[in-house]
């Protein structure tokens, strides 16, 4: 069973006094992204907590991270306000979460307005490679591998699977979107430094141990099919 943390955040030079809770499968890692997100001023502008976090940046501190309780990813939600309303009440003061219950869920109207602001950052060239750009910088062959590495082995869930599945046919059903797919696949191909080096690194990949292995796996596949055709 998969285990995930409700954890609190404090002032080092008081540790006793929770000043946020929020949850996590990973907290160690969730604290660096808060304190990435609090020295954007973008964010930390408008978020109770990210002005907290600055003003101990500010004093060359950062905040000190204590997990409260461990529990099964599907119960976080439930702990997470327990916890927080349980703090709200012992320490006599609020916390700097935003809301009581759980995640932040964003309104229709913001989530249509966060569209638009995406789709336009797409549509501007300059942006589009200056994001290509720091994601080719980030993809080292050691951050790849890492992060092969966290995915090895996870099975997505099957709630998941049929969310995927509902989404590319949602997508095929659009006649624009199929069409533009298609002509970015034949750009793609058009192109033949790309194809010479996605031919060298099929074979590369094609081992005679990769080969049998997905013949085996074509053949189980095979079999699981002509059972379903059975009556």
Same mark, same amino acid.
């Given at each position: 069973m998969?285990?995930?943390?409700?954890?609190?955040?404090?002032?080092?030079?008081?540790?006793?006094?929770?000043?946020?809770?929020g949850?996590?499968?990973?907290p160690?890692?969730?604290?660096?992204?808060?304190?990435?997100?609090?020295?954007?001023?973008?964010?930390?502008?408008?978020?109770?907590?990210?002005?907290?976090?600055?003003?101990?940046?500010?004093?060359?501190?950062?905040?000190?991270?204590?997990?409260?309780e461990?529990?099964?990813?599907h119960?976080?939600?439930?702990?997470?306000?327990?916890?927080?309303?349980?703090?709200?009440?012992?320490?006599?003061?609020?916390?700097?979460?935003?809301?009581?219950t759980?995640?932040?869920?964003?309104s229709?109207?913001?989530?249509?307005?966060?569209?638009?602001?995406?789709?336009?950052?797409?549509?501007n060239?300059?942006?589009?490679k200056?994001?290509?750009r720091?994601?080719?910088a980030?993809?080292?062959?050691?951050?790849?591998?890492k992060?092969?590495?966290a995915?090895?082995?996870?099975?997505?869930?099957l709630?998941? +699977? =049929?969310?995927?599945?509902r989404?590319? !046919?949602?997508? %095929? /059903? @659009?006649? $624009? *979107? +199929? =069409?533009?797919?298609?002509?970015?696949? !034949?750009?793609? %191909? /058009? @192109?033949p $430094? *790309? +194809?010479?080096?996605?031919?060298?690194?099929? !074979?590369?990949?094609?081992?005679?141990?990769?080969?049998r292995?997905?013949s085996?796996a074509?053949?189980?596949?095979?079999?699981?099919?002509?059972?379903?055709?059975?009556?």
């Amino acid at each position: 069973m998969r285990l995930g943390s409700i954890y609190g955040l404090a002032d080092p030079r008081a540790p006793e006094i929770v000043r946020y809770v929020g949850q996590s499968i990973q907290p160690r890692q969730r604290l660096w992204g808060h304190l990435a997100e609090a020295r954007s001023k973008s964010r930390s502008l408008h978020v109770p907590v990210y002005r907290w976090m600055r003003r101990l940046l500010k004093s060359g501190l950062a905040p000190v991270i204590a997990a409260l309780e461990y529990v099964p990813a599907h119960q976080l939600d439930d702990r997470e306000r327990y916890w927080i309303s349980r703090l709200n009440r012992m320490q006599g003061r609020k916390l700097l979460n935003q809301l009581e219950t759980g995640k932040w869920h964003h309104s229709a109207d913001t989530r249509l307005r966060m569209s638009h602001a995406g789709r336009r950052a797409w549509a501007n060239p300059r942006r589009r490679k200056e994001w290509s750009r720091r994601m080719r910088a980030r993809c080292t062959p050691k951050y790849l591998r890492k992060l092969s590495k966290a995915h090895t082995g996870k099975k997505p869930s099957l709630e998941t +699977r =049929r969310k995927c599945s509902r989404s590319m !046919r949602r997508v %095929w /059903a @659009n006649p $624009r *979107r +199929r =069409r533009r797919m298609v002509l970015a696949q !034949r750009h793609f %191909w /058009a @192109n033949p $430094r *790309r +194809r010479e080096e996605w031919s060298r690194r099929m !074979r590369a990949r094609s081992t005679p141990k990769y080969l049998r292995k997905l013949s085996l796996a074509n053949t189980l596949a095979w079999q699981r099919r002509r059972r379903g055709k059975k009556p």
